[in-house]
């Protein structure tokens, strides 16, 4: 087997545990998945392909193509988590070896190799590229449109610039402006720099590439406009657009510095080599390739570092760059600790992690907090103890161990793959939404109908439910699902599915 088809097999196997494999490990999570889950199957009910809605009230949040592809998968393999997260782990597969591709025809085949390891095996990237929300999607459409614009700076072929607008078009209609204004600045900047700026005004203002981003984009725009009208505007474009940049929504607000510690732990376990990167920005200005990277991490991190409301995932539109940028550093000697000790940290956080929140419980306001950790050590078993405890051995044993350090990178990544995808998530899953799938399926199988959800917002109970429920005051005779927390609004009722936290009753 040569080299090439060597990296290529290591990859499908990482890409295999980390994106498809865990699909069904795990309940859908709340509110994103559920929500999102939630929209694909009242589209699939209601027959409504151009507006999606949630809990039958329209749903502004995200444009359509994550829908249609939700759809089409659940239509084919059924209303179920890994049909719902299907799209997603197709969409990070690409986007993976879109990394792979660009960097060894720009750079070489090692390099390409290792960055495309670093985005499989990151934190952040294993939690986010199979979940059913638009994110995969949209880091997809961005990687792809970025590479094809910085080959036409390189060839100067147009085939180039019209797949630009191409993605740049279906990242639109995957998560709006975002897919626009990304390639749009960071091209305008990179550009500019190369003193090319009248090149960069002939490619923005191609008119076959604005026609195809108008045909493969605008059509669902119009239509959802003729449907929905000025709503649609307000919703969508003020609401869910510019007012997330000029104050938090939805209490998702934070400083100046708060994707900094979002970095830190988001592309572990190779921070190390995130941070050799961002060292050696000052001496990437002499090669087009590290400077166009560097202009990309470096406008998103500061756009979204400046934006008033604050999401983690929203630093994963900068991760490809940094992915590639360190990557070039893995040739170079480094102390193994750099990548074991932080890993270990985070191994260890996480066995203690029901006990350390236990000496907490008593600081904590959030009453169903307190419940899910009085529950949580029935989750954190001892089979999940057992599991970490592995995963420390083996740290520590290639700590000591004399390993090529190749094949030490591999192996890192390959425990952080099965600690997030095998352990941590499906251990958390159990714990914060089994109990409300569970109780949707009950309330299913049972034929309950008119289900009053009551000071509590969870979209994935509607999934499982596979029906609507009703938001209001409770009376005689209702049956609710709400939180164990609320029951004392209630002067009589009847228990009929109860754990971790959350409640199926009925009003007597």
């Known amino acids: 087997?040569?080299?090439?088809?060597?990296?290529?097999?290591?990859?499908?196997?990482?890409?295999?545990?980390?994106?498809?494999?865990?699909?069904?490990?795990?309940?859908?999570?709340?509110?994103?998945?559920?929500?999102?889950?939630?929209?694909?199957?009242?589209?699939?009910v209601g027959g409504d392909y151009i507006t999606t809605y949630l809990n039958g009230n329209l749903r502004f949040d995200k444009p359509i193509l994550i829908y249609w592809l939700q759809l089409?998968?659940?239509?084919?393999?059924?209303?179920?988590?890994?049909?719902?997260?299907?799209?997603?782990?197709?969409?990070?597969?690409?986007w993976a070896f879109s990394i792979y591709f660009f960097t060894k025809r720009l750079i070489d085949t090692k390099i390409a190799f290792f960055a495309t390891i670093f985005m499989v095996s990151s934190l952040q990237i294993n939690i986010i590229a199979k979940a059913s929300i638009a994110d995969a999607l949209l880091n997809m459409f961005i990687a792809l449109s970025m590479f094809m614009?910085?080959?036409?700076?390189?060839?100067?072929?147009?085939?180039?610039?019209?797949?630009?607008?191409?993605?740049?078009?279906?990242?639109?209609?995957?998560?709006?402006?975002?897919?626009?204004?990304?390639?749009?600045?960071v091209t305008l900047i990179f550009f500019s720099m190369k003193r090319e700026f009248k090149e960069w005004v002939r490619v923005i203002f191609n008119p076959i590439g604005i026609l195809i981003f108008i045909v493969v984009a605008l059509p669902w725009y119009i239509a959802e406009y003729m449907?929905?009208?000025?709503?649609?505007?307000?919703?969508?474009?003020?609401?869910?657009?510019?007012?997330r940049f000029s104050s938090p929504m939805e209490h998702h607000s934070g400083n100046i510095l708060y994707f900094i510690p979002v970095l830190l732990i988001g592309v572990m376990p190779f921070t190390y080599f995130i941070l050799k990167a961002i060292r050696n920005f000052k001496n990437y200005f002499?090669?087009?390739?590290?400077?166009?990277?560097?202009?990309?991490f470096i406008f998103v991190f500061t756009f979204f570092s400046l934006s008033g409301t604050k999401l983690p995932h929203y630093i994963i539109y900068g991760y490809t760059?940094?992915?590639?940028?360190?990557?070039?550093?893995?040739?170079?000697?480094?102390?193994?600790?750099?990548?074991?000790?932080?890993?270990?940290?985070?191994?260890?956080?996480?066995?203690?992690?029901?006990?350390?929140?236990?000496?907490?419980?008593?600081?904590i306001r959030d009453k169903l907090a307190v419940v899910l950790i009085e529950n949580s050590y029935d989750s954190f078993d001892i089979k999940y103890r057992l599991s970490i405890i592995s995963l420390?051995?083996?740290?520590?044993?290639?700590?000591?161990?004399?390993?090529?350090?190749?094949?030490?990178?591999?192996?890192?990544?390959?425990?952080?793959?099965?600690?997030?995808?095998?352990?941590?998530?499906?251990?958390?899953?159990?714990?914060?939404?089994?109990?409300?799938?569970?109780?949707?399926?009950?309330?299913?199988?049972?034929?309950?109908?008119?289900?009053?959800t009551y000071k509590i917002n969870n979209p994935s109970f509607n999934v499982y439910y596979e029906g609507l429920t009703l938001k209001r005051e409770p009376k005689e005779g209702d049956i609710v699902f709400t939180k164990v927390t609320k029951l004392k609004d209630f002067k009589d009722y009847k228990t009929l599915y109860i754990k971790n936290g959350f409640t199926l009753v009925e009003i007597l």
């Open 1 to 44: 087997m040569n080299l090439e088809k060597k990296y290529i097999t290591i990859l499908i196997f990482f890409i295999a545990i980390a994106f498809f494999i865990p699909l069904g490990f795990a309940p859908l999570f709340d509110l994103d998945e559920g929500a999102f889950s939630e929209a694909t199957r009242e589209m699939l």
């Open 72 to 94: 089409l998968s659940v239509k084919s393999f059924g209303l179920n988590e890994i049909a719902l997260r299907l799209p997603s782990a197709i969409a990070s597969s690409f």
């Open 149 to 185: 614009l910085y080959y036409y700076f390189k060839y100067r072929d147009k085939k180039y610039v019209y797949l630009g607008f191409l993605f740049v078009g279906l990242g639109t209609l995957t998560k709006g402006p975002v897919a626009i204004m990304i390639p749009f600045i």
């Open 227 to 243: 449907a929905q009208g000025q709503p649609f505007i307000d919703g969508f474009f003020l609401k869910h657009n510019l007012s």
């Open 286 to 296: 002499r090669d087009d390739l590290k400077l166009y990277l560097s202009i990309w």
């Open 321 to 363: 760059p940094i992915f590639i940028l360190g990557a070039l550093y893995i040739r170079e000697d480094f102390n193994k600790k750099y990548l074991i000790y932080p890993l270990l940290a985070l191994l260890t956080l996480l066995l203690f992690l029901p006990d350390i929140a236990t000496l907490f419980k008593s600081d």
């Open 392 to 452: 420390i051995t083996i740290s520590i044993f290639i700590l000591i161990k004399s390993i090529k350090r190749e094949y030490l990178i591999l192996i890192v990544g390959f425990i952080m793959v099965v600690l997030v995808n095998f352990i941590a998530i499906p251990t958390y899953g159990r714990l914060m939404q089994e109990s409300i799938k569970e109780a949707g399926l009950l309330a299913k199988k049972r034929g309950y109908k008119d289900i009053v």
